[in-house]
């Protein structure tokens, strides 16, 4: 089983989960910018995160055999903050960088006004720079979100197809797929969706435009829920196509509008390093 986790952000995840995920049989993500989990000071700590982003965690990816790509945002719980809200005009210069293939996260956190004029500029800075966009719904309220994302991204003149609507659930799922916009599914141990959910899910409306993916963070989450799918599909009834669909040939399709793709990763060399930094840790004495 092949996989491409589509959203999961592995800077706040620890070696054991790369090498666990490498296992599992994950070779590609994608890592969103998203929150710091606490209020950030100054658009000085953007910078600083998206520097890497795009470098010293792609190398650690690579480092265990897994292609790392990302996509650049404010988010939208962020784009509250004033401290934070000048980030927009930065973000040129990283949405123009190698292996970053999509802007992202943005969209809706509490449905707030600055949350929808962020959204509104960072959807016409993917359209400039041909990108697709991530979006994230709120956690409440989430029918409501989903429906005035889909105006937005109208109004904006995004092509559906190149907008992926994520934390779909239920209720949300049709009204997005109505729109041809693709959907976003985040798997969680306890909230969220579920492998049995997704499955019912997949048997109910098929595999088109559709993204499985893990959304680990620091919170109570887990990298391997891609691979738990994958095998709920499989226990369902599904085939091993339609789960290597599902779980990597659908990711690699909607990235790939990006033209930014990297999924040759070369073979990990332990003692390389990045700015003068490797992952290891002295020598066994």
Not at 228 to 247: S, W
Request: proline letters at 5%; glycine letters at 8%.
């Amino acid at each position: 089983m092949r996989i491409f986790d589509p959203h999961i952000h592995m800077s706040s995840r620890t070696t054991d989960d790369y090498e666990a995920m490498y296992a599992a049989g994950v070779r590609a993500l994608v890592e969103p910018a998203f929150w710091l989990g606490q209020p950030r000071t100054s658009v000085d700590s953007f910078v600083d995160y998206f520097d890497a982003l795009v470098g010293w965690e792609r190398f650690r990816a690579s480092q265990f055999g897994i292609a790392h790509h990302c996509t650049i945002a404010l988010n939208p719980k962020e784009a509250n903050d004033p401290r934070c809200t000048p980030v927009l005009d930065l973000l040129p210069r990283y949405l123009a960088k190698d292996g970053v293939v999509a802007v992202g996260e943005i969209g809706f956190d509490s449905m707030t006004e600055d949350e929808e004029k962020a959204f509104s500029r960072q959807l016409e800075l993917a359209r400039e720079f041909a990108l697709p966009a991530m979006v994230h719904t709120p956690h409440r309220d989430k029918l409501a979100g989903t429906r005035r994302t889909l105006d937005l991204v109208e109004a904006a003149g995004m092509e559906p197809g190149m907008v992926v609507v994520d934390h779909l659930n239920e209720m949300t799922v049709d009204v997005v797929d109505e729109a041809g916009a693709w959907m976003g599914f985040s798997i969680y141990p306890d909230t969220k969706m579920d492998p049995d959910r997704m499955v019912a899910i997949l048997q109910r409306r098929g595999l088109d435009r559709v993204l499985v993916n893990s959304a680990a963070d620091w919170g109570k989450s887990d990298p391997l829920r891609t691979r738990a799918t994958g095998e709920a599909m499989l226990a369902a009834g599904f085939t091993e196509d339609d789960v290597d669909r599902v779980l990597w040939r659908n990711p690699v399709e909607f990235f790939g509008q990006s033209g930014r793709l990297l999924l040759d990763v070369p073979a990990a060399d332990q003692g390389a390093t990045f700015a003068g930094n490797s992952l290891l840790r002295g020598e066994r004495a």
